[in-house]
Structures are given as structure tokens and as C-alpha cells.
């Protein structure tokens, strides 16, 4: 009895360390996670166009890097793939006729909890799938379910 219950103890912290890695892996740059070899696998290439995501008129450049994601489990892993739930980005917008460059660091938990407690709602998806965090960043099509509740409470001018 008490060997099944050491086994469950070890399993559990076993999953939780593997989910602690992963999560520290994905956060990691290319240049981070191996030496100054110059030289990148084409598996390991992106692109950087896929990173940013342009303003409606074309003026804005936006490119979001994650800091932090949660070690919590995803629910409902079966069918929606392998996500993890995105705590702090850091926000680069790029003004493309002046070359000016604006950054903020936002805590998107805490974005939502506020909007929850002034307007009663909340947009965001933070749960982001592993395959769109490409270096550390997040592809230019998910930055719209992240910075939502930021733009609902005018923290971002996108």
C-alpha cells in the first residue's frame, strides 16, 4: 500500500517537472538553447514575418514575446493538443513612418482579473498551443486573444 502510494508521489512529481521544462523550453531562443553555433536547423527557422502582426492602416508593427507561463495542467488536452497558459508577455510596437519603438511588459492575469471586476467580462484566451510559440514568441495570428483585455482597458493602442 504504501509502495503504490511512494509510486503515485514519484509519478506525480516526475509530470510535474517534465511539464516545468517544457514550459522553460519554450521560452528559450534558438541562440539560448545551443551554443554560438551560428548555423540553425531548418526545422528550428522562423520566419519573422510569422511574429508580427500589422495595425489596419499599416502603420504599427506589433511583435509579442512570452516571460511567463503557468504549470498548470490544460484541460480538455484530448482535444484541443498541447497548450500552455501564458502569464506575462512583453509587448513590442514598432511605428513604421517614424521607426519609433514602444515596449511594455503586461501582466495578462492580472489584465483580466481587473476587467472582470470593472465591466463584469472577459476576452482572453491565454491558453496558447505549443506550436504557435516560435522562439519565445507568439505568432502574429494568436496576438489578437492575448492583448484583448488590455486594448478593452486602453493599457494597448493597437
Known amino acids: 500500500m504504501i509502495n503504490g502510494i ?3 508521489d514519484n509519478l506525480a512529481k516526475s509530470k ?3 511539464n516545468e521544462t517544457h514550459s522553460k523550453s519554450l521560452l528559450e531562443t534558438t541562440s ?3 551554443g554560438t553555433n551560428s548555423r540553425i536547423i531548418f526545422e528550428e527557422f522562423t520566419d519573422e514575418r ?3 502582426s500589422y495595425d489596419v492602416f499599416g502603420n504599427k508593427q506589433m511583435k509579442i514575446k512570452v516571460l511567463e507561463v503557468s504549470d498548470e495542467n490544460p484541460p480538455s488536452k484530448w482535444k484541443f493538443g498541447d497548450r500552455v497558459k501564458v502569464c506575462k ?3 513590442t510596437i514598432k511605428h513604421l513612418t517614424s521607426q ?3 515596449e511594455g511588459e503586461f501582466d495578462i492575469e492580472a489584465i483580466e482579473r481587473e476587467l472582470a471586476e470593472k465591466r463584469h467580462y472577459t476576452s482572453t484566451n491565454r491558453w496558447i498551443p ?3 510559440i516560435k522562439n519565445g514568441y507568439v505568432v502574429g495570428s494568436r496576438h489578437t486573444t492575448l492583448i484583448s483585455d488590455a486594448s478593452a482597458l486602453d ?3 493597437f
Do not use: F, P, R
Open 32 to 34: 539560448e538553447s545551443k
Open 50 to 52: 510569422t511574429l508580427v
Open 89 to 91: 508577455i512583453l509587448v
Open 130 to 132: 505549443t506550436i504557435d
Open 6 to 8: 511512494m509510486e503515485e
Open 100 to 102: 519609433e519603438i514602444e
Open 155 to 157: 493599457y494597448i493602442v
Open 16 to 18: 510535474i517537472e517534465a
